[in-house]
């Protein structure tokens, strides 16, 4: 039995297809919710948004990417371990408030829920810093120049009607690559 080239193509494209994505979909599918749930990058993700949530008319946490340049200055090697695990520490502090108050952790909460739990946590001083640190990362990710991850094409600089200085960095002489040096 002879096939005509455009149906072996297809089954052989189905058949690459299927090989190729089976072990990813066994893994999502085999991956317990519970682990995306205690995904410390999912919480500052979402308090990153409740802090700083989009407007109509300005941009909000999401729009500036605060959580990749989070993510950035937290991996970098120039950053202190200690406020590195501090960060994460307090994604474990708030699931754990969020788990003794409302049975869940803090993805999971409502939006008054959230409100409600950020306020229970800044009634500690650790709470307070916490929350302090992350507001001056999403400041910093709004109004630094996009090469770092923030403030993608600038809509940080546009909403504040800014115009940078210039020279701008490259992205080669950051200085996060200054300072190896």
């Known amino acids: 039995m002879l096939i005509n080239r455009r149906t072996f193509l297809i089954r052989l494209t189905g ?4 090989l190729f994505l089976a072990p990813m979909i066994a893994r999502a599918v085999t991956e317990p ?9 999912l ?11 989009s407007e109509t008319d300005s941009p909000g946490a999401k729009e500036i990417n605060a959580i990749t340049y989070l993510r950035n200055v937290i991996s970098s090697p120039a950053i202190d ?19 003794e108050k409302h049975e869940a952790v803090f993805t999971q909460l409502s939006y008054s829920q959230r409100t409600d739990m950020l306020r ?7 709470g307070r810093r916490w929350v302090s640190k992350l507001l001056t990362y999403i400041i910093e990710a709004l109004l630094g120049d996009p090469v770092y991850g923030g403030n993608p094409d600038g ?3 546009n909403w504040l009607n800014h ?7 490259p992205k080669h002489k950051r200085y996060l690559e200054l300072r190896r040096v």
Do not use: C, M, Y
């Open 15 to 18: 058949f690459f297809t299927t």
């Open 33 to 41: 919710p519970s682990t995306k749930l205690n995904d410390p990058w």
């Open 43 to 53: 919480t500052i993700d979402v308090v990153q948004d409740h802090l700083f949530p």
């Open 81 to 99: 371990q200690d406020e590195k695990e501090f960060i994460l520490n307090g994604v474990k502090w708030l699931n754990d408030l969020s788990l």
């Open 120 to 126: 229970q946590i800044t009634e500690s001083r650790a």
């Open 155 to 157: 809509v940080g600089w």
């Open 163 to 169: 115009h940078p200085g210039f020279p701008r960095p």
